[in-house]
């Protein structure tokens, strides 16, 4: 019995040994960049009871996949397509095992590296549309943050409300309505500055047909965002779609009552005026946002936009008159480019703020119309 206890005293004592070699083994390799042997004794040695508590074994871990991810040669960035996630997990396990604090000021900067690596890696995993990868990273990202012992993580944007979001929009683009709500609310809840929270929120609350809820959202948005358009736009299509124009008109001259030089307000109010097609009162509004901050892109834009469209309408009077009707005719054609002339030098300040292709082929059009090739080519 006495001999059987020794050797299997003697067996248990060649394991550890062969462990602590592996841990060993690990380093020897790291230092020698032999990234696919080193990767295969750290990995060995965490499965095993007697290392696997070793922080000095998880610091190695880390250095080796954060040498892997980070070398130049690619046979050894393919070792491990998860290599930024791994070196950032064995960071994080030995700055949780390190009681004595031995490994901190060493391991805290190389944490600050890897996360950034993997803040990008997670970038990269949404435009692939890899969702279940991005939530990976994230979380690991999250555990993280305890460790981020000089805010180098944070320097590097990754917060605890950056990671929220970061949540909330992979969710969102994951079409995981339940956990999009969930986030939506804590990030409501600490006043997130950013507006596709209310706009997404609003969009699934119209998709479930819950109007009341929609509004309730646009309303908490416009508490922080009063001026997003977007948000502002989903209003005025609710109202439209209800036939409440009345309700939104009178919201939108009590508040203009209130800051009568607010411009973002005779826009939105101008907006209504002319998705009501009211395009007298739609004039004034546009005009009187522009007065206040003539170089507002949005009211120059659309006042552009209502005078084309008024052009136009003068356009289809002419081909509604029989052609007898000279005089009629000649006199429409005079308000038609009336109209057109004032939409350009709109649509050109919009343009010069502001330009896009959408706005360069109207102007396009518009000189054609009026016969100026010259400035007509400028927007080719």
Known sequence: MKGLITSLLIGATTVVIAQSNQVQNANNYLRSKEYDLAKKA????????????????????G??????????????????DEAQEKAVESFITCLKLDKDNIYKDQMKGNLVVAGAALDYKVKYYLS??????????????????????????????????????????????????????????????????????????????????????ALSFIDKGKLLFEDNMD???????????????????????????????????????????????????????????????PEYELANYNLG?????????WNEKINALPLSETKKAKEFEDKKLEFFRKATGYLEKSYATAPDAATKQRLRQLFLKLGETEKADKYK
């Open 42 to 61: 750290a990995d060995a040695a965490i499965t095993n009871e007697s290392t696997k508590g070793s922080p000095k074994l998880w610091m190695y871990r």
């Open 231 to 293: 948000l502002i736009s989903q209003e005025i299509d609710i109202y439209l779609k209800q036939n409440k124009t009345d309700i939104l008109k009178s919201k939108l001259v009590s508040a203009i009552d209130l800051a009568p030089d607010n411009e973002v307000l005779h826009l939105v109010l101008g907006n209504i005026y002319d998705k009501t097609n009211d395009q007298e009162n739609a004039e004034k509004e546009y005009l009187k946002a522009i007065e206040i901050k």
């Open 128 to 213: 692939v549309k890899n969702y279940d990868k991005a939530l990976k990273g994230l979380d690991l990202l999250e555990q993280a943050l305890p460790y981020d012992f000089d805010l180098g993580l944070k320097r590097n944007n990754v917060t605890k409300e950056n990671l929220l979001f970061s949540h909330f929009n992979t969710y969102s683009f994951a079409g995981n309505k339940d956990k999009m709500i969930e986030y939506a609310n804590k990030l409501i809840e600490i006043k997130y500055k950013d507006p596709t929270i209310y706009t997404r929120m609003v969009k699934i609350c119209l998709i479930d047909k819950d109007t009341t809820k």
């Open 63 to 80: 250095l080796i996949y954060e040498g892997i991810y980070e070398s130049k040669k690619p046979e050894d960035n393919k070792l491990d």
């Open 305 to 313: 936009a209502l005078y084309f469209k008024m052009g136009n309408q």
